[in-house]
């Protein structure tokens, strides 16, 4: 046996090549699959083998693909025995022929075969940016959930689903789950709810499935689809190989129907929101592969940043409300994606390249995933002393070392947002103490728009600012934070920034979504709860209707 490229073992030994081709041979043994396209795989019976010669093919099943045999199409056969997968390499039809009604072809015999070691109960764990959603329905068919395969068997699968489906789950024995590829292939299964974990920060439920009595057609279309993943997983890996191609499985269908995942049923406040919402997601799974030992992804990093640039750039009001709309997302995100788009919308109001506003974003939305290796009970602290900040600042080194791959991002940006966030003037921040001059430009103005976005989120030793309070404290603190780009933030976003709630002194409550370029309000959305903005919100006013509501009595002060 030799080593093969992606964890397969090669078998070039007669007689154990003899044994397994055998038992290619049992019926539904084997599959044939198109190797040019990496295809989803067709049922063929091998009907004859002749060791050292050719072996003879039944593929009266798959007439459909006759004639690209007969032009000499590569193709691969496919099985499974016991715990091994079994390939051969890329061969061609040498000649076919009907006999008594069937379609039989002919075939070099196989100079070695392909073996991949698994166990039925080995587990292919998506990457990240590898999307594949799961709709999971009741006995009724009435009743479903929609969430994301995490992980996938030949015996079962790992789902996430929304936190509310927790009651309907209870109650279901045995449900059908249906999954759901990007490129537009479906899958449906039975399946039984096993072990369940509550995430209630993420709002999400973790849930073991085991499948049901699964047939011979399913078990090799759940065999290419875990063979499929973790081909994928090492194409995308660190040291990756090149020479293979991506999956078919994983490439977006321009043409089908939104991709079925957990966000795609959660309610939002606006468009943009769920737009965001998407950006959400991919720091949401970052969060976790970083819990879990992971480096960031450099290239899906690349691609959200850009995606934000180009919310932005489409309408940059719509996108900063939209920051206050995620509530059912981890506070780490919301924080990251708060920074991110006032940091760009701040930046963008001078001459920097469009590179630099990339990093920039890039660097605000991952800045504070570190603390998520930090120990729970140091952030729910309710009591900071010089132990806990101590304690506190490791998350920024942590965040450095996982930025390892990202060498797009420019080393200046990652040590003025990254690094050096959480310095002050004077010396009190951290991770080094610097100050003053030791603080460049960008650090200084990163620093304001963390503080201003941290302060008007509920933490547990404190709950969130009304934004005149923010300002005031900011203003009162020259020595920690560079009053000029105080100032600057304050006439750039106005007294009463888009996504904040106002109070009427006909105590109507409405969220601030536009502003005039005098920095008065130009469009509010009614709300009738002091709360995060959600699905509920009321009519949009502007112009005269909006005029009549009169002056703003209050500003509250509400976690986003």
Same mark, same amino acid.
């Given at each position: 046996m030799t080593g093969a490229d992606d964890?397969?073992?090669r078998v070039t030994m007669p007689a154990e090549m003899e044994e397994m081709l055998l038992r290619l041979s049992q019926p539904g043994g084997a599959s044939l699959q198109l190797d040019a396209e990496a295809s989803h795989p067709f049922p063929v019976l091998v009907v004859e083998q002749v060791p050292g010669e050719h072996l003879w093919l039944d593929i009266s099943a798959i007439r459909e693909v006759a004639p690209e045999l007969k032009r000499g199409t590569a193709f691969r056969l496919?099985?499974?025995?016991?715990?091994?997968?079994?390939?051969?390499p890329p061969l061609a039809m040498s000649e076919c022929q009907e006999q008594g009604g069937r379609l039989l072809c002919r075939c070099p015999y196989p100079t070695s075969l392909e073996v991949l070691q698994r166990r039925a109960s080995f587990r292919a764990r998506l990457r990240l940016g590898m999307e594949v959603g799961a709709i999971v329905r009741g006995d009724d068919s009435e009743t479903s959930l929609q969430g994301d395969l995490k992980d996938l068997s030949l015996e079962g699968c790992q789902l996430e689903l929304p936190l509310s489906g927790a009651g309907f789950l209870a109650d279901a024995d045995l449900v059908e789950i249906e999954l759901c590829f990007l490129n537009g292939t479906r899958f449906v299964i039975p399946a039984k709810p096993r072990h369940r974990q509550a995430d209630p920060e993420r709002q999400a439920l973790r849930v073991g499935m085991q499948f049901v009595a699964p047939s011979g057609d399913q078990e090799r279309q759940l065999w290419h689809f875990v063979r499929e993943i973790e081909r994928e997983s090492t194409r995308?890996?660190?040291?990756?190989?090149?020479?293979?191609?991506?999956? @078919? !499985?994983?490439?977006?269908? %321009?043409?089908?129907?939104?991709?079925?995942?957990?966000?795609?049923v959660s309610p939002y406040a606006t468009p943009m929101a769920r737009r965001l919402a998407r950006i959400?997601?991919?720091?949401?799974?970052?969060?976790?592969?970083?819990k879990q030992g992971g480096r960031l992804d450099s290239v899906q990093l690349s691609s959200f940043a850009d995606r934000l640039l180009g919310l932005h750039a489409e309408d940059r009001e719509a996108l900063?409300?939209?920051?206050?709309?995620?509530?059912?997302?981890? @506070? !780490?995100?919301?924080?990251? %994606?708060?920074?991110a788009v006032h940091l760009l919308d701040l930046a963008s109001t001078g001459p920097l390249p469009r590179d630099v506003r990339k990093a920039l974003v890039a660097c605000a939305m991952v800045h504070d995933l570190g603390k998520a290796l930090l120990?729970?009970?140091?952030?729910?602290?309710?009591d900071w002393g010089a132990p806990q900040r101590e304690a506190l600042a490791a998350h920024v080194e942590v965040i450095r070392e996982r930025l390892g791959a990202c060498h797009w991002l420019a080393s200046g940006v990652v040590q003025a947002v990254v690094m050096r966030i959480n310095e002050r003037l004077d010396g009190s921040g951290y991770p080094e103490g610097l100050s003053g001059e030791q603080l460049g430009e960008l650090t200084?103005?990163?620093?304001?728009?963390?503080?201003?976005?941290?302060?008007?989120?509920?933490?547990?030793?404190?709950?969130a600012w009304a934004i005149s309070d923010i300002y005031r404290h900011l203003l009162s603190h020259p020595g920690q934070f560079d009053a000029r780009w105080v100032k600057r933030y304050l006439k750039h976003f106005g007294v009463m920034p888009i996504g904040t709630l106002v109070r009427f002194p006909g105590g109507e409550l409405g969220w601030v979504q536009r502003l005039d370029g005098m920095g008065r309000l130009a469009q509010i959305q009614l709300t009738e709860r002091a709360e995060a903005p959600g699905e509920a919100l009321g009519e949009v006013l502007r112009g005269e209707r909006l005029e009549r509501l009169g002056e703003v009595a209050e500003v509250l002060a509400v976690s986003c």
């Amino acid at each position: 046996m030799t080593g093969a490229d992606d964890g397969y073992v090669r078998v070039t030994m007669p007689a154990e090549m003899e044994e397994m081709l055998l038992r290619l041979s049992q019926p539904g043994g084997a599959s044939l699959q198109l190797d040019a396209e990496a295809s989803h795989p067709f049922p063929v019976l091998v009907v004859e083998q002749v060791p050292g010669e050719h072996l003879w093919l039944d593929i009266s099943a798959i007439r459909e693909v006759a004639p690209e045999l007969k032009r000499g199409t590569a193709f691969r056969l496919l099985g499974q025995s016991r715990d091994q997968m079994l390939r051969t390499p890329p061969l061609a039809m040498s000649e076919c022929q009907e006999q008594g009604g069937r379609l039989l072809c002919r075939c070099p015999y196989p100079t070695s075969l392909e073996v991949l070691q698994r166990r039925a109960s080995f587990r292919a764990r998506l990457r990240l940016g590898m999307e594949v959603g799961a709709i999971v329905r009741g006995d009724d068919s009435e009743t479903s959930l929609q969430g994301d395969l995490k992980d996938l068997s030949l015996e079962g699968c790992q789902l996430e689903l929304p936190l509310s489906g927790a009651g309907f789950l209870a109650d279901a024995d045995l449900v059908e789950i249906e999954l759901c590829f990007l490129n537009g292939t479906r899958f449906v299964i039975p399946a039984k709810p096993r072990h369940r974990q509550a995430d209630p920060e993420r709002q999400a439920l973790r849930v073991g499935m085991q499948f049901v009595a699964p047939s011979g057609d399913q078990e090799r279309q759940l065999w290419h689809f875990v063979r499929e993943i973790e081909r994928e997983s090492t194409r995308q890996g660190e040291g990756s190989e090149s020479s293979l191609l991506p999956s @078919l !499985l994983f490439q977006t269908d %321009l043409t089908a129907p939104a991709p079925v995942s957990r966000r795609n049923v959660s309610p939002y406040a606006t468009p943009m929101a769920r737009r965001l919402a998407r950006i959400a997601g991919y720091l949401d799974a970052q969060l976790l592969e970083i819990k879990q030992g992971g480096r960031l992804d450099s290239v899906q990093l690349s691609s959200f940043a850009d995606r934000l640039l180009g919310l932005h750039a489409e309408d940059r009001e719509a996108l900063l409300f939209a920051t206050c709309c995620l509530y059912n997302e981890p @506070l !780490l995100v919301r924080h990251g %994606l708060g920074v991110a788009v006032h940091l760009l919308d701040l930046a963008s109001t001078g001459p920097l390249p469009r590179d630099v506003r990339k990093a920039l974003v890039a660097c605000a939305m991952v800045h504070d995933l570190g603390k998520a290796l930090l120990p729970a009970e140091l952030l729910e602290a309710r009591d900071w002393g010089a132990p806990q900040r101590e304690a506190l600042a490791a998350h920024v080194e942590v965040i450095r070392e996982r930025l390892g791959a990202c060498h797009w991002l420019a080393s200046g940006v990652v040590q003025a947002v990254v690094m050096r966030i959480n310095e002050r003037l004077d010396g009190s921040g951290y991770p080094e103490g610097l100050s003053g001059e030791q603080l460049g430009e960008l650090t200084r103005l990163a620093s304001v728009v963390d503080v201003v976005e941290a302060m008007r989120r509920d933490r547990p030793d404190r709950p969130a600012w009304a934004i005149s309070d923010i300002y005031r404290h900011l203003l009162s603190h020259p020595g920690q934070f560079d009053a000029r780009w105080v100032k600057r933030y304050l006439k750039h976003f106005g007294v009463m920034p888009i996504g904040t709630l106002v109070r009427f002194p006909g105590g109507e409550l409405g969220w601030v979504q536009r502003l005039d370029g005098m920095g008065r309000l130009a469009q509010i959305q009614l709300t009738e709860r002091a709360e995060a903005p959600g699905e509920a919100l009321g009519e949009v006013l502007r112009g005269e209707r909006l005029e009549r509501l009169g002056e703003v009595a209050e500003v509250l002060a509400v976690s986003c």
